[in-house]
């Protein structure tokens, strides 16, 4: 019986693509994220981030992997932070972190989240852009009501999820309060244990904060049953009123009733 060899094709390898935007004639170095390569110059990079500059300082090897005679450097870095960060650090006009009128400017997350994640990885201490996750979970009450109608600077909020997952990561854990109890209102057990998938991919909290993502959703239902007991308890015996009281109790209760069929039980500041 003839045997016939099955030989595999060959793989081409794609050549690497070349970010326009930060790229520049006058680059004395290559850096590479994914298959996307970025032209630019060590003095910016090593002025800015400690991180660069040690590693640049370093001698590199005779067959050092190079482009037009530069020296590449390969990040373990998705391309697309990596063109958000560059960008910041190069460009003038990439004007996220200008503050007109005492604020910082409209932005989208997903830039905020690569600028934060690599300014924090790279040491890059003044694109830690953290006023825009402080005015989207804020700190205080008053603050937190305010946002819901002009601080914020997200035109599209961000998932309370990816922002859990990026302040653990960045190291912003003031947001966090906030954050927790805004995922917590809108997502169910089954859904905290196993994740969601956002734009294709799966996001999921920690072990320890899916734990205490299902304790604080009891405690925001007993929070809620605290204002049931007080419109359902009986009105004191030097009560003065005319009867409106109790017609207004039990007004809030059906309200407070319909509210816990559409969830807003999991919400206890909305039902207060």
Same mark, same amino acid.
């Given at each position: 019986?003839?045997?016939?060899?099955? +030989?595999?094709? #060959?793989? $081409?390898?794609?050549e690497p693509k070349r970010v326009i935007d930060v790229w520049f004639e006058d680059g004395n170095c290559i850096i590479e994220a994914e298959d996307y390569? &970025? *032209?630019?110059?060590?003095?910016?990079l090593t002025k800015r981030s400690p991180i660069f500059q040690d590693t640049f300082s370093m001698p590199q090897p005779e067959d050092a %992997? *190079? +482009?037009?005679g530069l020296p590449v450097l390969h990040i373990h870095d998705s391309a697309a932070d990596a063109a958000h960060f560059f960008k910041a650090i190069f460009d003038s006009e990439?004007?996220?972190? @200008?503050? #007109?009128?005492?604020? #910082? @400017?409209?932005?989208? &997350? %997903?830039? +905020?989240a690569a600028i934060l994640r690599l300014s924090t990885k790279y040491e890059v201490e003044y694109l830690r852009a953290l006023q $825009?996750?402080?005015?989207?979970?804020?700190?205080?009450?008053?603050?937190?009501?305010? *946002?819901?109608?002009?601080?914020?600077? &997200?035109?599209? &909020? #961000?998932?309370?999820?990816?922002?859990?997952?990026? @302040?653990?990561?960045?190291? *912003?854990?003031? +947001?966090l309060p906030t954050a927790l109890y805004d995922y917590c209102k809108f997502t169910g057990p089954a859904e905290i244990f196993s994740g969601t998938v956002q734009d294709g991919v799966l996001l999921s909290l920690s072990d320890a904060d899916k734990q205490l993502c299902l304790e604080a959703r009891e405690s925001q239902k007993e929070a809620s049953k605290d204002m049931e007991s007080f419109l359902t308890s009986p009105l004191p015996a030097d009560c003065t009123g005319d009867g409106g009281c109790a017609v207004n109790r039990l007004t809030w209760t059906h309200i407070l009733n319909k509210r816990r069929q559409d969830g807003f039980w999991l919400d206890p500041t909305e039902a207060w």
């Open positions: 019986m003839d045997r016939t060899e099955i +030989v595999a094709p #060959p793989v $081409h390898q794609l390569q &970025f *032209c630019l110059l060590k003095s910016f %992997e *190079c +482009v037009n990439f004007d996220l972190l @200008a503050l #007109p009128r005492g604020g #910082p @400017a409209p932005t989208s &997350f %997903e830039k +905020v $825009h996750l402080s005015l989207a979970y804020p700190i205080s009450l008053p603050l937190w009501k305010a *946002c819901e109608t002009s601080l914020t600077t &997200f035109p599209v &909020f #961000p998932s309370a999820l990816a922002t859990i997952n990026l @302040a653990r990561e960045v190291d *912003c854990t003031w +947001v």
